[in-house]
C-alpha cells in the first residue's frame, strides 16, 4: 500500500506534562489533602522555614503560592488557610514513579525526550503516519492509562514541532488535551501575550514592551532588523522565528541513566526484615532492564529513615548484569551491611526503601562465560561484606 509522501513526512510532536507533580503524588499518597493547599518545599535545614516552594497544588496555586518563593514567604500568604500543609521533596518516590511513566510514554515512539522528571516529547510522525487524529487517539489513551496505573492526571499537547506542542499542553492544563495542526498555528498564537512564548523571560518581555511589541503576533511582524540590533544577530531573529511559530529542534533519545523504585514498609525497620517486600522490586527492575535491552554496572539501594533522612549505598560490579539473582543477591548485601553499622540507624527506624541499578549499557546476548564471571563476582562480593565492618 502507498503511502502520499506529503502526509508521511507531516511532523507531528506531543509534549507530555504530569500536572503539579510531586503535589499530586502526595494527594495520592495522602488522599485527604485533596482539597487543601499543599506546598512541596525544599527545606535548607537551617531553619523551619528557611528553603524554597518547589512546587504546589492548584489550591495552593490559587491562593497565590508559586513555585520558587521562600517557605517563609509561602506560609505568610497561606496565613490565613491553617489547613495548609507544607511538606518536603521526596525524590526517591518522585524519580520511581516519573521512571514508570516514562517507560509508558516511551513504548508509544522511539523518538522520545524525556526533558525533566515531570516533562517528556513524543515525534510520533511516523507512528500516525501524519495524522492528528491519530495522535490524538494516542493522546487520549495514554491519559487513560497514565490514570489507570498510577492515578496521575496529566496534560498533553500536539503540535507541528516542540515548540507548539509544549504551549498547546500548557494551555490545556490541568489534565487537558489540547491540538494545534499546523493550519491553526497563527490563530493560536496571534493572540496570546508574550509572556505565554516559550523562551521569553520577564526582562526580555519587558524589553519587548518598550518596543511596542504587546503580543505574539506583535513579535511576528516586527523589523527583524530592529530586533537584531536589540537582542543579538542570532537571538532577535529567533524570537521572531518563533513567534511564526517556527521550530525545527528534533525530539531527541537519550540513553536512560538510571532505573529505581522505591517502597513504604510494611512496618518501620530496624533490621533487615523485609526481604520478601523487596522481592517485586527486584524482578521488576530486571524486567525493565531485559525490556530495554540493558544491562547494569552499579548496583544500589535507597533508604529513608522515619526522619525522613535518606541515605544511598552502591556497589559497582565488574560486569554489567541484567540478571535478577544477581540484583537481589547485591541489594541483599548491601541492606544486610547497612544495618550492621549502628551510625545508620541513629536517625530512626527505616520507614521506606527500595533499590536502583545504573551505569546501563545496551547488549545483545550474554554467553555463559560472562553470567559464570558475573555469579563469581557475587559470591566475592557477598564474602567481603559478610567479613568488612565498614560501608
Known sequence: MSIDNKTAMQRIVMAVDLDYFFAQLEEIRRPELKQRP???????????????????????????????????????????????????????????????????????????EQVSIDEAFLDVSSTVRGKFDAATEIAQKLKAEIIQEEKLTCSIGIGPNKLIAKMAADHGKPNGLFVVPPENVGSFLNDQPLSKLIGIGTKTEKKMEDLGIKTIHDLSKFDTDVLAREFGKNLGPHFKRIAK?????????????????????????????????????????????????????????????????????????DIPTDSVDIISKTANCLFQQFFKNDENLQEGKIRRAGVKVSGLERYGEIDEKERGKSEAQIRTLTDFLQTDGSF
Not at 79 to 91: R, Y
Not at 270 to 298: G, T
Open 38 to 112: 499543599v506546598v512541596v518545599c525544599v527545606f535548607s535545614g537551617r531553619t523551619e522555614t528557611s528553603g524554597a516552594v518547589s512546587t504546589a497544588n492548584y489550591v495552593a496555586r490559587r491562593l497565590g503560592v508559586k513555585s520558587g518563593i521562600p517557605i517563609v514567604l509561602a506560609k505568610k500568604v497561606l496565613a490565613g488557610h491553617p489547613e495548609s500543609v507544607f511538606l518536603p521533596v521526596d525524590h526517591p518516590h518522585y524519580d520511581t514513579v516519573s521512571e514508570r511513566i516514562m517507560q509508558i510514554l516511551s513504548s508509544i515512539s522511539p523518538q522520545f
Open 245 to 317: 511559530g517556527i521550530d525545527d529542534d528534533p525530539v531527541i533519545t537519550r540513553q536512560v541513566e538510571q532505573i529505581g523504585r522505591i517502597i513504604t514498609l510494611k512496618n518501620d525497620a530496624s533490621s533487615f526484615s523485609f526481604e520478601d517486600e523487596m522481592i517485586p522490586l527486584y524482578l521488576d527492575i530486571a524486567d525493565r532492564l531485559s525490556a530495554q535491552k540493558l544491562k547494569a554496572k552499579v548496583m544500589g539501594i535507597i533508604v529513608i529513615t522515619s526522619q525522613l533522612k535518606i541515605k544511598n549505598r552502591a556497589n559497582t560490579l
